[in-house]
């Protein structure tokens, strides 16, 4: 079985779109995932399956709806997609601050002229860099405050999903552990 790290987009986000993630696990469960678990409200599960990823994308998205009356898209990586990740953290000053670095899980990559729009809106000491499907975004002013961290969306144009460094590395705990 393959360990799978899924992360949902847009819920439980300023009181909308709210999921319990007791209801989420149960019914990931009941759809056949094994030791589903949730970190934090914000739609972060690790589990194992032998489906594939799209297989377990495709069941997901099917489900949500029928669940919740809504749709959160969901992004998908493997525990050896998540320790890659990790181990390519170009930052290793955001160990010292780990909200200072934010793993932007892309679905597919950007193209190359909207990575140099994005650049154009860094400001200060924030920058990112981009290797397989992850944008890297180093904020040490604050996600907050970042004229990058707000572009995103508007300039890179794929789907995407954004967690924090400390959240990352606690997910990436939490598979080994399963």
């Given at each position: 079985?393959?360990?799978?790290?899924?992360?949902?987009?847009?819920?439980?986000?300023?009181?909308?779109?709210?999921?319990?993630?007791?209801?989420?696990?149960?019914?990931?469960?009941?759809?056949?995932?094994?030791?589903v678990?949730?970190?934090?409200?914000?739609?972060?599960?690790?589990?194992?399956?032998?489906?594939?990823?799209?297989?377990?994308?495709?069941?997901?998205a099917?489900?949500?709806?029928?669940?919740?009356?809504?749709?959160?898209?969901?992004?998908?990586?493997?525990?050896?997609?998540?320790?890659?990740?990790?181990?390519?953290?170009?930052?290793?000053?955001?160990?010292?601050?780990?909200?200072?670095?934010?793993?932007?899980?892309?679905?597919?990559?950007?193209?190359?002229?909207?990575?140099?729009?994005?650049e154009?809106?860094?400001?200060?000491?924030?920058?990112?860099?981009?290797?397989?499907?992850?944008?890297?975004?180093?904020?040490?002013?604050?996600?907050?405050?970042?004229?990058?961290?707000?572009?995103?969306?508007?300039?890179?144009?794929?789907p995407?999903?954004?967690?924090?460094?400390?959240?990352?590395?606690?997910?990436?705990?939490?598979?080994?552990?399963?």
């Open positions: 079985m393959t360990v799978y790290i899924a992360l949902f987009r847009g819920i439980n986000v300023g009181g909308n779109k709210l999921v319990k993630m007791e209801t989420l696990r149960s019914a990931l469960e009941e759809a056949g995932l094994a030791d678990t949730t970190y934090i409200q914000s739609g972060n599960v690790v589990f194992k399956s032998n489906q594939t990823a799209a297989r377990i994308e495709k069941m997901i099917d489900l949500f709806p029928k669940t919740f009356g809504f749709e959160s898209r969901v992004s998908l990586r493997s525990i050896d997609e998540w320790n890659c990740m990790v181990a390519k953290n170009p930052y290793p000053q955001a160990k010292e601050n780990p909200k200072s670095l934010h793993a932007v899980i892309l679905d597919s990559e950007p193209t190359d002229a909207a990575l140099i729009e994005l154009t809106t860094a400001r200060g000491s924030e920058s990112f860099t981009v290797s397989n499907r992850v944008l890297y975004l180093y904020t040490p002013d604050g996600f907050g405050t970042s004229k990058l961290a707000e572009a995103l969306d508007k300039v890179l144009k794929v995407l999903t954004a967690r924090n460094w400390r959240t990352v590395l606690t997910l990436q705990e939490m598979a080994g552990a399963i």
